[in-house]
């Protein structure tokens, strides 16, 4: 039986990645501009997660498509936290049934220090973890 990678998938390992352990809304915020970017962009979650530096968790991974099983694809991606996992592939099925924020492009960890300005956004909202951005 082969696993193949799909858009949800792609969408809920990013999630993983970006917001593991952050809030519901949050991990649902950060799907939401996977979304948005994808909806702008007219390409599918996976070419949005895995364009050149838009998330620092894929730069150091290469994009595969098919696995052999569930357990190959979850090693791949570095998934180890199986209640994380779980939690994540539902939430990027319930953002994708209540998408709405189609203007907020970008976000960023207020962890990260080196947080480049991004042209033509403002502050959108912020959160405990993140600051989100929309599209003037």
């Excluded at 792609?10 to 799907?31: D, K, L």
């Excluded at 939401?32 to 364009?51: G, I, L, N, P, T």
Aim: hydrophobic content about 35%; charged content about 25%.
């Amino acid at each position: 039986m082969s696993i193949l990678l799909t858009p949800i998938l792609c969408m809920a390992i990013n999630s993983y990645h970006e917001a593991r352990g952050t809030s519901q809304a949050e991990q649902e915020a950060v799907n939401k501009v996977v979304m948005a970017r994808a909806e702008k962009s007219h390409v599918d979650y996976c070419a949005v997660v895995f364009k050149k530096n838009q998330f620092s968790w894929a730069n150091s991974v290469k994009r595969k498509d098919k696995f052999h099983s569930y357990k190959e694809m979850l090693s791949y991606y570095n998934i180890q936290d199986e209640k994380s996992w779980i939690n994540v592939v539902g939430l990027a099925y319930i953002s994708k049934l209540t998408h709405k924020d189609k203007d907020v492009i970008y976000y960023h960890d207020k962890s990260i220090k080196s947080f480049k300005d991004v042209k033509g956004v403002s502050v959108a909202y912020t959160t405990k973890n993140f600051v989100f951005y929309k599209t003037y």
